[in-house]
């Protein structure tokens, strides 16, 4: 059975850093395309981060404009786990944060291109 189980959510102040994290099992995930995404109160789920890899050292990142420049995503492939470091949160940022795995075709950003997620982890931000 395969599952992706995310950790390190939580309630921080804005200004704030909080390190999510996927734990994959049931399958290796080290040649697919991984990625974050997250959705708060009232709204739809959006993309927050992906990652690629192509083999040797070279990966690929992508990130949501709202969030480029204060978030990372790495990924550990001998760990089958896949990380998003978060820094200068804001309020904004407040939602339940999803991971997706098993991406091989179509667009990173879009949920429909990976074929597995976890249950999610709470982000709070308080102003």
């Known amino acids: 059975q395969v599952q992706l189980v995310e950790s390190g959510g939580g309630l921080v102040q804005a200004g704030g850093s909080l390190r999510l994290s996927c734990a994959a099992s049931?399958?290796?995930?080290?040649?697919?395309?991984m990625g974050w995404f997250r959705q708060a109160p009232g709204k739809e789920r959006e993309f927050v981060a992906a990652?690629?890899?192509?083999?040797?050292?070279?990966?690929?990142?992508y990130y949501a404009d709202s969030v480029k420049g204060r978030f990372t995503i790495s990924r550990d492939n001998a760990k089958n786990t896949v990380d998003l470091q978060m820094n200068s949160l804001k309020p904004e940022d407040t939602a339940v944060y999803y991971c997706?795995?098993?991406?091989?075709?179509?667009?990173?950003?879009?949920?429909?291109?990976?074929?597995?997620w976890g249950r999610g982890t709470q982000v709070t931000v308080s102003s």
């Open positions: 049931g399958r290796t995930f080290s040649g697919s395309g």
């Open positions: 997706a795995g098993g991406r091989y075709s179509g667009p990173y950003h879009a949920q429909t291109s990976y074929n597995y």
């Open positions: 990652i690629n890899w192509s083999g040797g050292i070279t990966y690929y990142t």
